[in-house]
Nanobody
Framework: QVQLVESGGGLVQAGGSLRLSCAAT????????MGWYRQAPGKERKFVAR????????YYADPVRGRFTISRDNAENTVFLQMDNLKPEDTAIYYC?????????WGQGTQVTVSS
């Protein structure tokens, strides 16, 4: 059974930092592209960042580029999202995603709240 478990969310003031983690079990982690998405209240879930398993190439959504950094530790089956210079508009539930040519998997989400 595949499980993705996010952690590291919380309440932070604008300009602060948080580091999210997503621990994966039940899959061959090194063969999955790993990503982060977020969903603000009343809005649809949106892409934040992705790191590809084969190349290590990283992609970011425009609103977070230059402030967020995605990384992965294949030995620990974990993907991270370092979030710096946080803004109130970053407030959302952040979800971890594992993607391949087969099924995609999602975590349960972790809340990030940025106060102004």
């Amino acid at each position: 059974q595949v499980q993705l478990v996010e952690s590291g969310g919380g309440l932070v003031q604008a300009g602060g930092s948080l580091r999210l983690s997503c621990a994966a079990t039940g899959l061959t982690f090194s063969e999955y592209d790993m990503g982060w998405y977020r969903q603000a209240p009343g809005k649809e879930r949106k892409f934040v960042a992705r790191i590809y398993w084969s190349s290590g190439i990283r992609y970011y959504a425009d609103p977070v580029r230059g402030r967020f950094t995605i990384s992965r530790d294949n030995a620990e089956n974990t993907v991270f999202l370092q979030m710096d210079n946080l803004k109130p508009e970053d407030t959302a539930i952040y979800y971890c995603n594992a993607a391949s040519t087969g099924p995609n998997y999602w975590g349960q989400g972790t809340q990030v709240t940025v106060s102004s």
